[in-house]
């Protein structure tokens, strides 16, 4: 077995040399050898050993290996002609490291005379060597002093860290430990550049036991097998593979031209860089016939080293390319085109561009390679693929790689591309269907929040405030099933559907029902495509000032959250009706009285559902975002966001809705009862006037006179007691209502020029900014509403 360190094995001389020539370690061969025993070398210089007359060179500051003989001088003053391998052992930190110089003082037997050689030679058909039990090399073959470039007369008895210094030789040296051990054979895979040559080649070495007669370890046989070829074929799928992995992750074009550039860095090339045609160029697509010169803009780029090679075009740069140029031509012909320093045309491809041929001689790029990337008919961009580190020019086969790779990168590239093009064009939409601002409105105060989900697309989530009549206002959330601009198409249907429902003051309850009717004709407007099914959930709300009573429905939504003033938040309970689209089930409605201050909180369920929480926590976790202290209602949208969406994407729509309530007070509603005589109508609006008097809205007391005459004489005349007039005010609008049992609403008519009546409710409406009515339990109302600040000015 071999001793604990190799180094001082006597059977070979090891000295190590610095890079400053002098003796750092001396073993007991190199005393054998010379007769100087360590302690009177070890310090001085090497150079004070060699003899005169010496031949022989040694080696340079920039060899890593050299073998020579060398005429030494031994203590008792002779001279002393030695055979000598010396090579470079890189250091730890970088440094230039040391040397390590050896010959063999015990060579055995010659081969051709020692049995276990003639035995491995006879069971080994190729590139082999054969280490004793001590681990000292016996004899290699013919095919392994070229692999080696080493004689194979001179280095028998020397270990294999003695051959070279490179890892592969301490790896080697330790697989040989574990064979002698156990005695098993061992397989050592590794990449290795023959003496002479420029290209790696793969090596498979197999370790295999030599026993003797009696079935003891005695040796060791390494034989070397190239399986280079295999090896690369081997790597072009695993290459292949990779890509279909890696590439095109996700939907976005830049992320997947980065994908593309980080797959074949270092594996292909040693820079990559990725370079589309500019959309814009071409009306927002990419163009199917590409003619010089070529727009381009760099979108990824990888380099083995950023210091070695800085890209000459960063990322996001527009630059045209000319005829003539690499790039131009690839996307001209629709075929790969290669620039190799070796075939000589690498400086006529890049004569274009002073900049990059400089660039090119800096940094010693000596092949290119430039493919179009092409998918589905359509010219994308080119991916352009360079070597400077990497000794090899590319090959046919990696010519054939690139464009497998760059093929499949393409269709990513595209499908990111149509996807991008059509989120942009559905938020749009979007963002046109919704409102862009919302209504101040005297019943609250709002502020929402809509984040479109990142990675399913947009989908039909919507908000809306609605002002009401009587200053009441209506307050909905819905979400459509699915995604896409059919998503949003659809909830730009129901949102105008809401609106109109709104406007003829329908009951939550009612309004739901409607809606769900129209949701049912759509999803049978859809036909038999499932993917055109419609359904959708929704919330509506309606709160009035005056009363301070809000009334709430909902359509398999999630249920609203009350924050009360000075309390803590609450999940409201609300009947659950089911999702629109359904159809035949009733939806019911709930009513409760809310404190001036309180909030509402309505949202969908992109916000509180996750893969990584369930609804329950998500609800929990927007309670405790909604119990903290906020500045105003905008701040707590942004606190609840970034409490449940901390990453700020969201994989669902998200629509958030928070409303404070306020209270009209007393003194700004004014109510009477009027008997049903027309002769009462006179002292009707001399009260009204006295009330806009103690208002101080007399501007507005001319106008208000004409619309309560008419509203009261026409419920007098036409509908059913008991009738009730009342005026509501804020700072910009007054509103007149009165309200009779009769349940037939009036209508506008056009008037004939000898009609005596008719003109009643057009002079309303040419004299008031909107006028309506509303069905009541009880009844209707009529309402119509004046503008303050417009009569003021």
């Not at 070398?41 to 031949?55: C, E, F, K, S």
């Not at 502020?447 to 039909?460: E, N």
């Not at 309670?623 to 202290?629: H, M, W, Y």
Request: net charge negative; with cysteine; hydrophobic share 40%.
């Amino acid at each position: 077995m071999s001793p604990v360190n190799p180094f001082d094995d006597a059977a070979t001389a090891r000295v190590v040399v610095d890079d400053s020539g002098t003796l750092r370690e001396w073993n007991e061969g190199a005393r054998l050898l010379l007769g100087h025993p360590a302690a009177e070398v070890v310090g001085r210089p090497a150079a004070d050993l060699l003899a005169d007359g010496r031949h022989g060179t040694p080696p340079g500051r920039d060899d890593e290996q050299w073998s020579g003989t060398l005429a030494l001088r031994h203590r008792d003053g002779g001279t002393v002609s030695v055979w000598v391998l010396a090579h470079r052992r890189p250091a730890p930190d970088g440094t230039p490291g040391t040397w390590l110089a050896v010959t063999p003082l015990e060579t055995g037997p010659e081969p051709e005379e020692d049995p276990l050689i003639r035995a491995a030679l006879t069971q080994s058909p190729c590139a082999m060597m054969i280490f004793d039990d001590r681990l000292l090399l016996r004899g290699i073959n013919d095919a392994m002093a070229r692999l080696v470039g080493l004689p194979s007369d001179r280095v028998r008895g020397l270990r294999a860290t003695d051959l070279s210094g490179r890892p592969q030789n301490v790896e080697l040296e330790r697989q040989m430990r574990d064979v002698l051990t156990s005695g098993r054979r061992h397989d050592m895979q590794t990449r290795l550049r023959a003496v002479g040559e420029s290209r790696a080649h793969a090596w498979n070495a197999r370790i295999a036991p030599l026993t003797d007669p009696g079935g003891q370890v005695c040796g060791v046989c390494v034989s070397a097998h190239d399986f280079t070829e295999q090896h690369r074929a081997r790597e072009r799928l695993q290459l292949v593979n990779e890509a279909s992995v890696r590439i095109g992750s996700t939907l976005d074009v830049t992320r997947t031209a980065q994908e593309l550039a980080d797959v074949c860095v270092p594996a292909l090339a040693d820079f990559v860089s990725v370079d589309l045609l500019d959309p814009r160029e071409h009306g927002g697509e990419p163009a199917t016939v590409v003619e010089p010169p070529v727009t381009l803009r760099r979108t990824a780029h990888r380099s083995v080293t950023a210091a070695d090679c800085p890209p000459v075009a960063e990322t996001g740069q527009l630059d045209v390319y000319p005829a003539g140029s690499p790039q131009a031509e690839c996307l001209l012909s629709g075929q790969a085109i290669v620039a190799a320093e070796a075939f000589g045309d690498l400086e006529h491809w890049m004569e274009w561009d002073p900049v990059r041929l400089r660039r090119v001689k800096e940094y010693g790029v000596h092949s290119t390679m430039s493919v179009p990337l092409q998918a589905r008919g359509t010219t994308l961009g080119v991916a352009v693929f360079t070597r400077f580190r990497r000794p090899d020019p590319f090959t046919h086969d990696d010519v054939l790689l690139a464009e497998e790779v760059s093929a499949r990168a393409a269709v990513c590239i595209d499908n990111a591309r149509r996807y991008s093009r059509e989120r942009e064009a559905t938020l749009t939409l979007q963002r046109s269907l919704l409102p862009r601002w919302l209504p101040p409105t005297a019943a609250v105060e709002a502020a929402s929040r809509y984040l479109p989900a990142a990675r399913s697309g947009v989908g039909g989530d919507w908000f809306d405030v609605i002002p009401l009549s009587g200053m009441r206002v209506a307050m909905v959330v819905g979400d459509v099933v699915g995604h896409g601009i059919q998503a949003s198409a659809t909830m730009g249907r129901l949102r105008t559907a809401v609106r109109t429902l709104a406007d003829i003051d329908l009951t939550p309850e009612e309004l739901l029902t409607h809606l769900d009717d129209l949701v049912v004709r759509l999803s049978e407007e859809s036909g038999d495509d499932r993917a055109g099914e419609v359904g959708a959930t929704c919330l509506y709300v309606v709160y009035d000032p005056v009363s301070r009573r809000c009334s709430l429905a909902r359509a398999g939504h999630p249920a609203p959250v009350l924050i009360p003033p000075d309390e803590a938040p609450q999940q409201l309970e609300l009947p659950s009706g089911p999702p629109l689209g359904v159809g035949g089930l009733p939806f019911e409605s709930a009513e409760l009285e809310l404190r001036e201050g309180s909030v509402l909180a309505l949202y969908t369920d992109g916000l509180v559902e996750s893969r990584e929480r369930d609804t329950d926590e998500g609800q929990a976790r927007l309670r405790e975002a909604l119990a903290a202290p906020a500045d105003s209602l905008d701040t707590a949208c942004d606190r609840v966001l970034r409490t449940l969406l901390p990453s700020g994407s969201a994989a669902d729509d998200v629509a958030l809705l928070l409303a404070r309530t306020r209270g009209l007070p007393a003194g700004q509603v004014a109510t009477w009862d009027i008997p049903a005589d027309p002769a009462l109508v006179a002292p009707v609006r001399k009260q009204v006037l006295e009330q806009l008097s103690t208002w101080g809205l007399l501007e507005a007391s001319f106008t208000a006179e004409l619309v309560v005459s008419e509203l009261v004489t026409n419920a007098i005349r036409y509908g059913s007691p008991p009738i009730r007039l009342r005026l509501i005010h804020d700072t910009a609008t007054l509103i007149c209502e009165v309200s009779d049992t009769s349940h037939t609403a009036p209508h506008l008519r056009r008037a004939k020029t000898w009609d005596e009546g008719g003109r009643g409710l057009l002079l309303v409406a040419q004299l008031t900014q909107r006028w309506g009515s509303r069905h009541t339990t009880e009844g209707k109302t009529i309402w119509a509403e004046l503008a303050l600040l417009d009569d003021a000015e």
